[in-house]
């Protein structure tokens, strides 16, 4: 896929690993962070072509990690993919103040993660 570069987000080392599998094998450049903090970092050093953040992890959560993106990069290209539960959902209007961002609820189907990268990047120049 042209090297797009995926930055999966998540405390769970068996998403990380299953989710990332899934789309390497699709043809994307993989990477993981285990929580918000190391993510902002390495989105800080080279952004992503697209966020796959959980919500609730150690350090800094993925609800504080779109947020200060949205603040100090109001720029950005890249798409937030937020992985949650229904109830997570239900209680995150916050999301809507994040431009570039939409939910995919938990659990997360690989085939279908991966389907929506390449409708993304479809229709994203």
């Given at each position: 896929?042209?090297g797009?570069?995926?930055l999966?987000v998540?405390?769970?080392?068996?998403v990380?690993?299953?989710?990332?599998?899934s789309?390497?094998?699709?043809?994307y450049?993989?990477?993981?962070?285990?929580?918000g903090m190391?993510?902002?970092?390495?989105?800080?050093?080279?952004?992503p072509?697209?966020?796959?953040?959980d919500?609730?992890?150690p350090?800094?959560?993925?609800?504080?990690?779109?947020l200060?993106?949205?603040r100090?990069?109001?720029?950005?290209?890249f798409?937030?993919?937020?992985?949650?539960?229904?109830?997570?959902?239900?209680?995150s209007?916050?999301?809507?103040d994040?431009?570039?961002?939409e939910?995919?609820?938990?659990?997360?189907?690989?085939?279908?993660?991966?389907?929506?990268?390449?409708?993304?990047?479809?229709?994203?120049?």
């Amino acid at each position: 896929m042209d090297g797009k570069t995926i930055l999966i987000v998540d405390d769970d080392l068996h998403v990380k690993k299953i989710l990332g599998l899934s789309i390497g094998r699709a043809g994307y450049v993989v990477q993981t962070a285990a929580n918000g903090m190391d993510a902002l970092t390495m989105i800080r050093e080279q952004p992503p072509d697209v966020l796959i953040t959980d919500i609730e992890m150690p350090k800094m959560s993925g609800k504080e990690l779109c947020l200060t993106i949205e603040r100090d990069m109001p720029d950005r290209k890249f798409l937030i993919i937020v992985m949650t539960s229904i109830s997570e959902r239900d209680a995150s209007s916050w999301i809507r103040d994040v431009t570039k961002a939409e939910y995919m609820e938990k659990p997360l189907s690989p085939k279908r993660v991966v389907a929506r990268l390449g409708e993304y990047f479809q229709a994203t120049p």
